[in-house]
C-alpha cells in the first residue's frame, strides 16, 4: 500500500453521506489502489479525470430511486426476448484515456458475452456497456458526460428526482434523445412516471403495471 492511498483512505473515512471529495494530482496507479481499498464498500462512487479525483459518499436519498430502474430493465428486457447482464456500479475505466467512474448502474446488451464472468472490466480491451444509468440527486453527472464519452458508453440516462432523460453519443458528445436507442418506444416519461409508481406503491406493483404498459407498446 502507498502513502498516498492510506491518507486518501483517512480523508473519506467518516465521511456524512452524500457529500462529495475532490482531489487533485492523483496518479492512475494512486487511483486503481484506492479502487482496490474499497472494493469491499459499496458506500462510494469514483470518478477520475486526469489526475483529478472525485470521491461521493452515497446516501440513502441516493440509493432508494437507484433501485428500482433494474426492475424496469428486466421486464423489458424479458418482454423483448433481449438477454443482458448487469454490472451495477462496477468501475469503468480506460487507462489510455486516464479517464474512470462508478455509474449507479450500467448495462451490457448486445456483447454481453463478452464480459460474462469477468470480476473487473478495462475498457481498453473490453468493450463498454451498452447503457448507464446515473441518478443525480446529491450529486450532478454531467460533469461525468466527457468521461463516459471517452469510455465509448452508447447510451445514458440520467435522472435527476424530478426528470429523466436519455442521450446518445455522437462524436464524442452527448445529445438527448426523445426516446431510447436501445428500446424505441421507450421514452424518458414513461421511466419517470413508472419510477415515481415505485416509490408511490412499491416494487411489485410498478413492475406489474410496467409489464403490461411494455405488452401494449413494444414493437
Known amino acids: 500500500m502507498i502513502a498516498t492511498s492510506t491518507n486518501y483512505l483517512a480523508l473519506i473515512e ?9 482531489l487533485s494530482n492523483v496518479s492512475w496507479d494512486e487511483y486503481e489502489e484506492l479502487l482496490e481499498e474499497l ?5 462510494y462512487r469514483l470518478t477520475y479525470d486526469t ?24 421486464v423489458i428486457a424479458e418482454e423483448l426476448d433481449f438477454d443482458f447482464l448487469s454490472r451495477g456500479s462496477t468501475t469503468l475505466r480506460k487507462q489510455k484515456r486516464a479517464k474512470g467512474t462508478d455509474p ?16 473487473r472490466l478495462d475498457l481498453s480491451v ?16 454531467i460533469p461525468k458526460f466527457p468521461i463516459y464519452a471517452a469510455l ?12 429523466v432523460q436519455f442521450y446518445r453519443l455522437e462524436d464524442e458528445d452527448y445529445y438527448e434523445i426523445d426516446a431510447s ?14 419510477l415515481e409508481e415505485g416509490e408511490a406503491e412499491g416494487t411489485i406493483a410498478m413492475v406489474k403495471k410496467f409489464r403490461k404498459w411494455v405488452k401494449a407498446n413494444k414493437t
Open 14 to 22: 467518516n465521511r456524512p453521506p452524500g457529500t462529495v471529495l475532490m
Open 39 to 43: 472494493a469491499e464498500q459499496p458506500y
Open 51 to 74: 489526475g483529478k479525483l472525485e470521491i461521493m459518499t452515497v446516501s440513502s436519498e441516493h440509493e432508494g430511486p437507484a433501485h428500482l430502474p433494474p426492475h424496469l430493465i428486466a
Open 104 to 119: 449507479d448502474d450500467c448495462y451490457y446488451f448486445k456483447e454481453y458475452k463478452k464480459i460474462s464472468g469477468k470480476k
Open 126 to 141: 473490453d468493450p463498454p456497456p451498452d447503457l448507464a444509468f446515473e441518478i443525480d440527486i446529491t450529486s450532478g453527472s
Open 152 to 163: 465509448g458508453v452508447p447510451e445514458l440516462w440520467r435522472h435527476d428526482g424530478k426528470q
Open 181 to 194: 436507442d436501445l428500446f424505441p418506444f421507450l421514452t424518458p416519461d414513461v421511466v419517470l412516471d413508472f
